[in-house]
């Protein structure tokens, strides 16, 4: 299934996003007993989605890795850049009934 991309500019600010509330950690109690119950722990987990900077409405994040200076960085790409090929979805948004890739990494730069 190809995943639709989207990428962070309406998301709030980590300064802005709330503190944990009682609903969130329901929440996450149940994502979690869904992950464990397909046996997934150590391919899914949960992200706080945020911005750091605003990037084009055309760009979405991509992950870069230094082995050696053990450095990761993400940085702004041309959604038109994006195959299914060459990149991997590491984070995922859902929205509206849709599932969208966020943030990728290059397969030749995460080994």
């Not at 990149?87 to 030749?108: E, L, M, P, V």
Request: net charge negative; aromatic share 8%.
């Amino acid at each position: 299934m190809k995943t639709q991309t989207k990428n962070w500019n309406d998301l709030p600010t980590l300064s802005d996003v709330h503190e944990i509330t009682p609903n969130d950690d329901s929440c996450l109690k149940e994502l979690q007993s869904v992950i464990e119950k397909y046996g997934l722990t150590s391919k899914f987990g949960v992200a706080l989605l945020h911005k750091h900077f605003t990037i084009g409405d055309d760009e979405v994040l991509l992950e870069k890795n230094d082995p050696v200076e053990k450095l990761l960085t993400s940085s702004p790409i041309k959604i038109s850049e994006i195959n299914n090929e060459g990149y991997a979805t590491t984070i995922w948004r859902f929205d509206d009934g849709h599932r969208y890739g966020c943030s990728y990494c290059n397969k030749n730069h995460c080994d």
